[in-house]
């Protein structure tokens, strides 16, 4: 529960009761109650009217962070579908982060990752037939390389897991986003 939320029904106080007390807007406390980082003037206003400490108001997102975090690494993790469904490294990652509204700059950069990869995935496999006409090489060479370019995305999305696990980064993102 928000801080400010607990606070205010502590004293009985209405949005209205206390907007009035502090002179902060209606729809800011609104906003602040439903997830708003609390700060500034706002902060100072508040807690004066609430007579209670400015760092007891702040809401403590630790809880919320880490469950954002591991929604995060779940999106990422949904990439593997690629192993299954073509295109599903960038459908299922979207579907996913509109539907739980986790839209963010790594989420956004773990999509910008799948698309690049898809699309530069048929790009390599035709370099490589190219070069197969061009040069003797083996039957096996082409499945081998669609192989190792799977194998790589794994290991970019395994090893982008483990880094959100450990720093709440990305280990390997891009330095622009296509969505």
Not at 46 to 68: G, H, M, R, T, Y
Not at 111 to 126: A, K, N
């Amino acid at each position: 529960m928000n801080k400010l939320l607990k606070y205010r029904e502590k004293l009985n106080l209405t949005q209205k009761q206390l907007s009035e007390m502090s002179n902060i807007s209606v729809r800011t406390i609104q906003r602040i109650e439903a997830g708003q980082e609390l700060k500034g003037h706002t902060l100072s206003a508040l807690s004066k009217v609430l007579e209670i400490n400015k760092e007891k108001l702040v809401q403590d997102n630790s809880d919320k962070k880490e469950a954002n975090i591991r929604l995060i690494k779940l999106i990422n993790m949904s990439s593997l579908l690629l192993l299954i469904v073509p295109l599903g490294s960038i459908i299922l990652p979207l579907i996913i982060m509109y539907w739980k509204k986790e839209v963010n700059s790594i989420t956004k950069q773990i999509v910008s990752l799948q698309i690049l990869w898809t699309l530069s995935f048929p790009l390599i496999v035709l370099i490589v037939i190219f070069l197969g006409n061009l040069f003797p090489l083996s039957k096996q060479t082409v499945p081998l390389t669609m192989l190792l370019l799977i194998l790589v995305n794994a290991y970019i999305i395994i090893r982008n897991t483990v880094e959100l696990d450990k720093n709440k980064k990305l280990y390997i993102s891009l330095k622009f986003s296509l969505i």
